[in-house]
């Protein structure tokens, strides 16, 4: 039972390749390593929550590794690992219920926005989310004022990405900071966006190489050329939420 | 030109353009006296709302990835991999990310200390002990500690990285005549280098580090190598891990793990193969002799006492399953046998190694892609000097117990934490009159000293690194200070807040200050020059990434660049002619203690030895249990449903070293006779973050060697005891969730 | 023996229903009527004193401090985490919202349908609907992680040039719970007015002006009493869609996520009965208490009364067992993985016996008991009826709220949740609740006395043959 | 029109009440010129008196309407100011214009119904008025206007019929 309960489901997604940006995940090469987990919490000022938050299920890391475990010894069988950050739907679920457009669509780039300043804390998103990929602030947990460790560590802070405070929802941004600062250099040189150009965090650090991202309107970059493979499929894809993260099942 | 450069003027002297897409700057010999202050001061050279780019080497482990540092306005903003780097090609590990939190981590040493040993190096309230000496006086120390024991009464401890400080201090000893500086880390002795080399030298007449090519193989059997987590160059090993799997688009690679516990490592196996521990050697040696039977050919040497039904059964094998692995490997175009992690760390360790490389040889791959090579020397090195085993350290101890050390100097290494407890450093230090740490951060090593002289943070130095494993190519990493240092932002002018100093530069002024033969053996005017007068011997050489003539040139592109490398395919071949004519005695690993456990210590694959500081390494949930923030110990669900013991019950664990508690994980993927326990928390000192949090593992341990003399550190067999507490293990893992019928376990 | 039939028994006299056991068949003057209501207003013993200070410190306390505390540290104080985003807090809203629906909508269903014996109740339990959508709002508020900015969700013209979205669920509940509360506190309002008057008339000194300000210069002339009465009946059909479009929005705030368990098109009808159920069962509680306590109430409030709540309960309770029914059999035949799950955990996890208690309360113990008139007629038994169906029903909500959403689609992530300081704080706004109770019992009439009045004159005892048949007339 | 004097009776009980206005009707007091104050609310028909005109209904309505417009306005009208897309759900969404339309024309219609009873009684109102305290205890009072030089008649005729007292109203505060 548990292990096939998120295995992704297996479609061909290229009628309903909707959107612009995309990453997918080859869940055969990830080995589960956490780099990417890292990467995305020092390039977005993820904070750390502490011993008893972390293991009440307070972990605000914006991607989390799944594993299932099924069979038993000695035929026992860890399932792929699976890294799942927020799936940028296409239709995303958690945006219509948000009561103040904390939680929008981004029009230009096809991603699921949060505006962390926008937010007053209903949580109703993270509820919404099929994928439970939205984090809250549920401290101050970047104050060092409450965290006087935070005095020296805070040094690392991304300028470019904003300092969320107690009672915020957020979640992975696919590294929006990236998007629009290549973006912006692509502009200046009067050129398209290379592919491959744009490298989040997370796909940056992956020393597997298992996480690819690029543009999915466009059928020649990786991204594309991999989402139409056999082993492509998407997380809940029955939910119809068009998931904008392709997995590639592992373990064949 | 004036005696304070800009680093602009010099960049344009240097000539140096962007390199890659990150504007990389490179440092030259005349950037020492340009100062990178932080954002309250801003240098000319920085721009509101621009980065900076500086390559760089990763200091958190010995594997040398080369790592391109973001800065902003003065400060380090976050490490990217430097694409270039032939270690790493652009990728990093969680560790590396996670080095800025080093760099600014609330707990390290403010400046030279002098303290009564024992004592915190900060208080209860978390603030750092300060500074009460200056520098000045911390060089007369060391100088005077220098000059005025005999040569043979000092000794240097040191990490396991290959570095400018290694080759300065063994310059330094030579000079005095003083014994070579001892290299030690628990990952090395967790890798088990001697006997890797141990047995590379037996079968194949040649030492170093064995190079398993896992990129171009098809087929790999694992003998407990945990090569995706901290084994040799994990982030190298990765790469070939993902090549191995998509190389082919049509035959995907096929991977096979022998090992008693699921290593994360095991975990992407396609075969996991629960093995008795100690039998790895055993089931490698059935192997090949199946193989050649198999074949029809007479058994060479190495086969000769290998009874293939006796294996079977102590090892919990079935024959069945050992001839299909065979007929596999055997049918195999490239297959590869790879033997590391808890495998060597028996009592037969030496001999599991052999019978993998004999397996090697039996397929003909030693020397071939996808096959066994030996990892190539880095440029300026003459050969690789392996960190010291534990009988060595053992022997170093003894040494220090004997009271002919007057004074040791300890650097990159907490020989306090990684060493077991049977290995008695703690009393041995009672016996060394004078101990000076060179720590940055204050750890065990550093408490128990009596002066602590900062070294400064890998992203403060400058250096290199000659890159032992993972890459093809010969390399040099190069690193440079990516940030001046960590300043307080209180008042006008910005303090310095972490007042260390290089030890290189210390140790150069220090041997000026004690004059005779060591100030003439080490005239360089501090740690770049001396740097510098190495990379020399570098100038002209065209089979490189880049060549200069000149040397201030050459220091330029190095520094711009990470590091220099050749581009070509260095790796050895060496003679496999020998290799199957070793006969082995064919024995099952000895045990230490009547336990009835099996008891099997693994590195936590993120947080290894020295993250435990770093809060984000420990929250970062460990790849198979998903466990944060502390020690657990893995029991098989069975085994803990006979001891009546059930998840986060604390039950003690004894050994004949010692024993411990912890916390149970029920683990499904362990043999039920096996228990495991992570490397890495245990700490009662190293900060904030990493003191008072689990257990440490060595304290088991008992100082039992391998034939090569490193540690067999599963070799104890021990028993378990319910104490009737429970501690709430934080797991990221939902338990209700990963199991079937809500946390009823399979 | 006689042929005819069997030798009976005669009716003893305690036997015959006593037409005086009606209060409006019981009529007494005016003038000594409103004597008893002011009397019971102005009794304040010193156990009176001693509770209120109780309630209050505890309000203060639980409430005002444990909520600062909240909103400095932030929602870790809570047991919220992922997934369980929602918790008490909500479970409280849900709880406070069908609380709600004990008055207003009851009062309006009895106003509408013109049951008689709703008279000196409607106003007890209307004043349960002001302050339990009080409890409601601030349990929302509690809720939020940064309550300080609620007033974004109003839509009004800003500097942010940023309008709430009414795409959100929580919109419609804004809008429904703002037009809910408007409504019924003027629901409440009217009916009081006639009363105040009285009250202003018999008051002197400062008491007198401020009855005077309450009572907004009413007299009674024909056009006013015109004027109330038409208002008062597009109140009584209005507030009805509007209490069932409250509670329906509320369940759409769960039944519009895509979550197991959740999404469910039964779920407005669903919440909309256990919001009944809950909220008339505490009527019976408050005029337990108020019977006891209160002066002169055991003239106005009579066991008649407490049948009627009675005979309500046990049709809302089998209503409710349907739609519960109705919502279990779809999920549990229709064998979605998911839901399966879910079923099996809320029933075999570990608060497995939070379902079993769930069913005892909210259908047990009503079926049993309700069914027998002396039973619903006796106050402290319906009193104890209405205080487990109210256990029962914040175990509906509990399950629905935490539990469920412990399961979700992501295993993973599967992370139960424990209550933290919101146990405080739910303790506090009960006190609250209880605190805003005892004031008004001494600040406004309880009793209607103008229609309990005006029942009276229009209820009279007939003879037919040789009984008196209690009479109604409609006079108004 | 000779001077007119505005008296006011108070009887003990809706019988007398309703013989006193008989009464009053044959001494040729208009119903306009007549009004009844009680405590509780009584049927026009059991006091010969004809319907109050009432105004809040259709304010009540006109309330409705106006809270229909600001919803429209609310689900439809800021989407046209401020397009933002969420979950790729509609601009313009029907299933919440009608939610949003019924929450608040009932806002409307209540709040007016409200409003218009206010409006409508002349409410708050804190001037002195005609009025005796009785009259919550269950008297009625008729209040009416006569001519001042017919007052004796009117007062005995009333006293006849049971009146507790026909007295010269005399504005006071409440």
């Known amino acids: ?252 | 030109m004036s005696d304070k450069i800009s680093r602009r003027d010099f960049l344009k002297l240097a000539g140096v353009g962007a390199a890659t897409t990150a504007v990389l700057t490179g440092c030259g010999p005349a950037a020492r006296l340009v100062q990178r202050e932080p954002y309250t001061k801003m240098p000319e050279y920085t721009y509101n709302g621009l980065s900076t780019y500086y390559a760089t080497t990763c200091r958190e482990c010995s594997a040398g990835c080369g790592l391109i540092a973001r800065t902003y306005q003065g400060r380090a903003i976050k490490v990217e991999g430097n694409p270039n780097n032939p270690v790493n090609l652009g990728k990093t590990c969680a560790r590396g990310q996670a080095t800025l939190e080093g760099l600014y981590n609330p707990q390290r040493v403010r400046g030279p200390i002098k303290h009564s040993r024992g004592q915190s190096l900060y208080g209860s309230d978390n603030q750092n002990v300060e500074s009460n000496m200056s520098w000045d006086d911390a060089i007369q120390v060391v100088a005077d500690a220098l000059s005025k024991n005999q040569p043979n009464e000092i000794a240097f401890l040191m990490g396991m990285a290959p570095d400018h400080l290694f080759d300065l201090i063994t310059d330094l000893t030579k000079a005095i005549n003083a014994p070579a500086p001892i290299r030690f880390g628990a990952l090395g002795m967790f890798e088990a280098r001697t006997t890797l080399m141990q047995a590379a030298n037996d079968l194949l007449g040649q030492s170093g580090l064995p190079f398993f090519d896992i990129g171009n193989a098809d087929l790999v059997f694992s003998f407990g190598a945990n090569f995706l987590e901290t084994w040799l160059s994990p982030v190298a090993q990765t790469r070939g891990y993902s090549s191995l799997r998509r190389r082919n688009p049509n035959q995907r690679g096929y991977f096979v793990q022998f090992e008693a516990r699921m290593s994360q490592t095991g975990a992407k196996a396609d075969e996991w193969i629960p093995i008795t521990p100690g039998t790895e050697g055993l089931v490698a040696l059935a192997l090949g002799s199946l193989m050649v039977t198999a074949s029809g050919a007479s058994l060479p040497a190495a086969y000769s006492n290998v009874d293939v039904n006796s294996i079977a059964n102590v090892s919990g094998v079935t024959l069945d399953t050992l001839k299909r692995l065979a007929n596999m490997f055997a049918g195999s175009a490239h297959p590869l046998a790879i033997s590391g992690g808890a495998a060597l760390g028996q009592s037969n360790g030496l001999q599991t190694a052999e019978a993998v490389l004999t397996l090697n040889a039996l397929v003909n791959n030693i020397g071939k892609d996808g096959g066994v090579f030996l990892s190539p020397l880095a440029p300026l090195a003459d050969e690789y000097h392996r960190p010291a085993s534990i009988r060595e350290m053992d022997d170093f101890v003894a040494k220090l117990q004997s009271g002919s050390i007057k004074v040791l100097f300890v650097h990159g290494v907490n020989p306090l934490f990684e060493l077991p407890k049977s290995i008695a450093l703690r009393d041995a230090f009672k016996n060394v009159p004078q101990i000076v740490s060179f720590a940055t951060f204050p750890d065990e090593t550093a408490v128990q000293a009596d002066y602590i002289f900062p070294d400064k943070h890998g992203l403060e130095s400058w250096g290199y690194q000659k890159v032992a494993a993972g890459a093809g190519s010969s390399t040099l990493s190069g690193a440079q200070p990516v940030v001046s240092g960590v300043y307080t932002a209180d008042g006008a002018v910005p303090q310095i807040f972490y007042d260390a100093r290089a030890t290189a530069d210390v140790l150069l002024a220090a041997a000026q200050k004690a004059g005779g033969t060591l100030a003439s053996a080490l005239k360089f005017k501090d740690e770049l020059e001396y740097i510098q007068s190495q990379l020399k011997g570098l100038l002209g050489n065209t089979d490189g990434f880049f060549s200069a003539a000149e040397i201030n040139t050459f220091t330029a592109y190095f520094q711009q660049n990470g590091g220099w490398w050749k581009t070509s395919d260095d790796r050895v071949a060496p003679s496999a002619s020998n290799a199957l004519n070793k006969t082995f005695n064919a024995t099952p690993a000895q045990f230490v203690g009547d336990g009835e456990l099996y008891f099997v210590p693994f590195v936590e694959p993120v947080m290894a030895e020295a993250g435990a500081n770093k809060p984000w390494l420990q929250e970062i949930p460990d790849p198979t249990t998903t466990v944060v923030w502390n020690s657990w110990v893995e029991i098989n669900p069975d085994t803990a449903a006979q001891l009546g013991v059930d998840n986060d019950d604390v039950v003690l664990i004894s050994s004949d070293a010692g024993s411990v508690e912890a916390s149970v994980y029920k683990y499904p993927a362990i043999r039920p006779d096996t228990i495991a326990m992570p490397f890495g928390q245990g700490h009662t000192a190293y900060g904030q973050f990493a003191q008072g949090r689990g257990v440490n593992p060595f304290d088991l341990l008992s100082n039992a060697t391998n034939e090569a003399g490193d540690l067999a550190f599963a070799s104890m067999k021990v028993s378990i005891k319910k104490t009737g507490k429970k501690r709430q293990l934080s797991r990221l893992e939902g338990v209700i969730g990963v199991y079937e019928n809500f946390g009823q376990q399979p | 023996m006689s042929a005819i039939a069997k030798a009976l028994p005669r009716l003893r006299p305690e036997e015959m229903e006593d037409p005086k056991e009606h209060l409006m068949h019981d009529p007494m003057p005016r003038g000594d009527m409103n004597t008893m209501v002011l009397d019971s207003m102005h009794t304040a013993t010193w156990k009176y004193w001693t509770v209120v200070t109780i309630l209050a410190f505890i309000v203060v306390t639980c409430l005002g401090y444990a909520w600062y505390y909240l909103i400095m540290q932030g929602l870790g104080v809570s047991g919220d985490d992922r997934p369980v985003y929602w918790g008490v807090f909500l479970v409280n809203f849900v709880y406070w919202i069908g609380i709600s629906h004990s008055g207003t909508l009851t009062s309006a269903i009895l106003r509408v349908l013109k049951i008689e014996s709703r008279r000196p109740f409607t106003r007890v339990a209307e004043l349960m609907t002001a302050f339990a959508i009080v409890n409601a709002g601030l349990s929302v508020f509690m809720h939020m992680g940064r309550v300080w900015l609620a007033y974004w969700m109003i839509p009004y013209p800003n500097e942010r040039t940023i309008w709430p979205d009414f795409h959100s669920p929580l919109m419609w509940d804004f809008m429904a719970i703002t037009t809910y509360l408007i409504c019924s506190s003027l629901y409440l309002f009217l009916p009081l007015i006639p009363d105040l008057a009285m009250v202003r008339d018999r008051s002197k000194g400062w008491v007198k002006t401020f009855y005077k300000i309450l009572a907004i210069g009413f007299r009674g002339t024909e056009g006013e009493w015109k004027n109330l009465h038409l208002a008062m009946n597009i109140f009584a059909f209005a507030i009805i869609p509007v209490a069932f479009s409250v509670h329906t929005i509320v369940a759409w705030d769960f039944a519009m996520a895509i979550r197991p368990g959740w999404s469910s098109s039964v779920f407005g009808p669903y919440f909309v009965s256990g919001a009944l159920l809950s909220g008339v069962a505490a009527v019976p509680i408050v005029l337990f208490l108020v019977r006891s306590t209160m002066k002169n109430m055991k003239y106005f409030l009579r066991p008649e009364h407490f049948d009627t709540v009675g005979k309500m309960l046990l049709i809302i309770s089998m209503i409710w067992a349907y739609f519960y029914f109705n919502d279990y059999i779809v999920s549990w035949y229709g064998g979605d993985k998911w839901e399966k799950i879910l079923n099996l955990f809320v029933q075999t996890g570990p608060q497995w016996w939070l379902w079993y208690l769930m069913l005892f309360c909210n259908i047990v113990v009503p079926w049993s008991i309700l069914w027998r008139k002396k039973w619903r007629q006796t106050p402290w038994l319906m009193a104890l009826v209405g205080i487990l169906i109210n256990v029962g029903m914040y175990t509906e909500r509990y399950i629905i709220v935490p539990e469920m959403l412990t399961i979700n689609r992501m295993p993973f992530t599967w992370h139960s949740y424990i209550p933290r300081v919101e146990i405080i704080l739910t303790i506090g706004t009960f006190a609250l609740f209880l605190l805003l109770y005892f004031a008004a019992s001494r600040i406004l009439p309880l009793i209607p006395a103008w229609e309990v009045q005006e029942g009276q004159e229009g209820h009279i005892l007939r003879k037919i043959g040789k009984a008196r048949i209690p009479t109604i007339s409609e006079i108004d | 029109m000779s001077v007119s004097n505005t008296l006011l009776a108070v009887f003990e009980d809706i019988e007398p009440a309703a013989d006193g206005i008989h009464k009053l009707h044959e001494l040729g007091v208009a119903d306009e010129n007549m009004n009844v104050i009680s405590g509780i609310p009584i049927r026009p028909a059991i006091l010969e008196r004809p319907s109050a005109v009432t105004r809040v209904g259709q304010i009540a309505l006109a309330g409705a309407f106006l809270g229909l417009l600001l919803a429209v306005f609310f689900v439809w009208g800021i989407p046209y100011l401020f397009p933002l897309d969420a979950g790729g759900q509609p601009v313009y969404p029907w299933p919440q214009l009608l939610i949003i339309i019924f929450e608040m024309t009932m806002l409307g219609l209540m709040g007016f119904a409200f409003l218009g009873m206010l409006v409508d009684s002349g409410f708050p109102s804190y001037t002195p008025k005609e009025y005796v305290p009785d009259i919550s205890d269950g008297r009625i009072a008729v209040l009416f206007s006569c001519p001042k030089d017919e007052q004796k008649k009117f007062v005995d005729a009333l006293t006849k019929l049971g009146a507790k007292s026909v007295e010269p109203a005399e504005a006071r505060q409440l």
């Open chain 1, 1 to 252: 039972m548990a292990n096939d309960l998120n295995s992704p489901v297996k479609m061909n997604m290229s009628q309903d390749a909707q959107g612009k940006w995309g990453m997918v995940i080859d869940q055969d090469l990830c080995t589960g390593c956490q780099a990417c987990v890292a990467a995305c919490s020092m390039e977005n000022n993820v904070p750390f929550v502490g011993e008893v938050d972390a293991g009440y299920g307070r972990n605000m890391q914006w991607i989390r590794i799944e594993r299932f475990w099924s069979g038993s010894f000695p035929d026992i069988k860890m399932t792929s690992y699976q890294p799942v950050m927020c799936q940028q739907c296409h239709k995303a679920p958690c945006e219509p219920v948000c009561p103040v457009y904390a939680s929008v669509h981004s029009e230009s780039e096809d991603l699921n926005l949060q505006v962390y300043n926008r937010c007053i804390g209903t949580r109703y998103c993270a509820n919404n989310c099929p994928y439970q990929a939205r984090t809250f602030n549920w401290r101050d947990y970047q104050d060092a004022r409450q965290r006087p460790e935070l005095v020296t560590l805070q040094n690392h802070l991304n300028p470019d990405v904003t300092v969320r405070r107690r009672g915020v929802m957020e979640k992975c941004t696919f590294c929006i900071q990236r998007i629009r600062h290549t973006e912006d250099t692509a502009e200046s040189e009067n050129r398209e966006i290379r592919d491959g150009e744009v490298v989040p965090a997370c796909a940056q650090a992956c020393p597997a190489s298992a996480i690819t991202f690029g543009r999915i309107d466009d059928p020649t970059t990786q991204v594309s050329q991999a989402a139409v493979t056999s082993r492509a499929g998407h997380l809940l894809e029955d939910l119809g939420t068009i998931p904008h993260v392709t997995y590639l099942a592992g373990g064949a």
